[in-house]
């Protein structure tokens, strides 16, 4: 019987683009999705008071990299950890925790925008 290797999708604000990508890899992988905000609720809390966006920012740049640390911590050793920017220091602090496992992280650059890119004609 063949090992299942788990794949594990991780942004802090959940979207299409996370769906689709984890949609694509289901249907030979085990695959999670795991977000902190969904999209109508930051929408919603982007608009909104001051208290609301600080609400938003603790839920985006301290909750989610605690939480996203601790999942890595419990997933089986092999496993593929696919993290967006959002927020920007995940990715180095999941390639720091990967090690511990052996686990194998993926930087999924995540609204990136077209100015950005060296050639804005190319897809990233």
């Not at 949609?23 to 929408?43: G, I, N």
């Not at 602090?93 to 090690?99: E, F, M, S, V």
Request: proline share 4%.
């Amino acid at each position: 019987m063949m090992r299942v290797i788990p794949v594990i999708f991780s942004s802090s604000v959940d979207g299409e683009l996370i769906r689709y990508a984890a949609s694509c890899l289901s249907q030979d992988r085990a695959v999670e999705v795991f977000v902190t905000v969904s999209e109508t609720e930051y929408r919603r809390k982007a608009k909104g008071s001051f208290l609301l966006r600080l609400n938003l920012r603790l839920k985006m740049y301290c909750l989610h990299p605690v939480r996203v640390a601790m999942r890595m911590l419990f997933a089986p050793r092999g496993s593929y950890i696919v993290v967006t920017t959002n927020p920007f220091f995940t990715p180095a602090l999941c390639a720091l925790l990967a090690k511990l496992k052996s686990q194998k992280v993926v930087h999924l650059l995540y609204a990136l925008k077209k100015k950005h890119s060296m050639n804005s004609d190319a897809i990233i």
